[in-house]
Nanobody
Framework: QVQLVESGGGLVQAGGSLRLSCGASGRTFSACAMGWFRQAPGKEREIVAVINWSSGITNYADSVKGRFTISRDNAKNTVYLEMNSLKPEDTAVYYC?????????????????????WGQGTQVTVSS
């Protein structure tokens, strides 16, 4: 079993920055991709960013392009989400997710159903 634990959420003013971390632990962890999703009150969970674990290639939702950066540290089994120029509409619970196993270096899953493991979520609140 794999456990994902997020940290780094909090309250920040518009225009500010936060860095989220998600560490994976449990039995020997291998992922072909990891993603960050978010869910605002009354809305469906949506993809924010995804990274291919072996190649490092990334993809972002249009709403966060140029402001957010996803990265990973393979040695630490950790994925990060650097969030800059935050807006009130970025307020949500942020979840990391892992797609275990192996896959092509270009593989960037974006659907919730593609992921097998989820963290508990961390709240990000951006005040105006």
């Amino acid at each position: 079993q794999v456990q994902l634990v997020e940290s780094g959420g909090g309250l920040v003013q518009a225009g500010g920055s936060l860095r989220l971390s998600c560490g994976a632990s449990g039995r020997t962890f291998s992922a072909c991709a990891m993603g960050w999703f978010r869910q605002a009150p009354g809305k469906e969970r949506e993809i924010v960013a995804v990274i291919n674990w072996s190649s490092g290639i990334t993809n972002y939702a249009d709403s966060v392009k140029g402001r957010f950066t996803i990265s990973r540290d393979n040695a630490k089994n950790t994925v990060y989400l650097e969030m800059n120029s935050l807006k009130p509409e970025d307020t949500a619970v942020y979840y990391c997710a892992a797609k275990p196993g192996y896959g092509p270096v270009w593989y960037l899953p974006k659907a919730l159903r593609d992921y097998d493991y989820w963290g508990q979520g961390t709240q990000v609140t951006v005040s105006s």
